[in-house]
């Protein structure tokens, strides 16, 4: 490790391009150009435990935080009446030495473009992993297409069930030979 000017750690990944800075509970990587390309904080256990007592938190995990919904309707009116990203989340109890002091920005302009295109039931229903139905549609489907999606279902669900017979006829043959 190297030290620049300022004092901050730094480690150079020649072979891959990039600087590797540390300071304390922060990874960044930077290019050399000056652009952080990767800025993650990670949260000690007491910072988690203090954010997780936030009453708009809904989770915290070592990198990231869940907001609740409704702290995220409030943010996203309260920034749209004028007030600053970092004023609505010093006010909502959060420290920005914490979260960082970019975060509160970022994290208002995510929000107010989900709220742009959905509204405040997108902050309510979950749009990616397990738990989503997969992305809305923004068109009414006709009757034609919706009759094509159901067949190309049923279609689907037939030969799923096709294979499952097989293969629970396969698993008889081999239990009979042993």
């Known amino acids: 490790m190297n030290r620049t000017p300022n004092g901050r750690h730094f480690k150079k990944v020649t072979h891959l391009g990039f ?5 304390p509970g922060i990874l960044n990587i930077s290019t050399g150009t000056g652009e952080v390309v990767m800025s993650k904080i990670i949260f ?15 989770t915290v995990s070592e990198r990231t935080i869940q907001y609740t919904p409704e702290f995220k309707v409030k943010a996203v009116n309260e ?11 010093t006010e909502n109890g959060f420290d920005l030495t914490v979260i960082g002091a970019d975060k509160p920005k ?5 929000w107010r473009k989900t709220f742009r295109l959905y509204g405040e039931e997108g902050f309510f229903e979950e749009r990616r992993g397990k738990g989503s139905t997969g992305r809305p549609s923004t068109k009414e ?15 689907y669900l037939e030969a799923e069930n096709e294979l499952l017979k097989k293969l629970e006829a396969l698993e008889r043959q081999a239990k009979r030979r042993s």
Request: glycine share 2%.
């Open 106 to 110: 970022e994290t208002l302009k995510r």
């Open 79 to 89: 920034n749209l009446q004028g007030k600053a990203p970092s004023q609505i989340f």
């Open 141 to 155: 489907l006709s009757a034609e297409k919706k009759l094509e999606k159901a067949e190309a279902r049923i279609k």
């Open 19 to 23: 600087f590797l800075f540390s300071d």
């Open 44 to 58: 000690n256990e007491n910072q988690r435990r203090t954010l997780e007592a936030n009453p708009n938190v809904k």
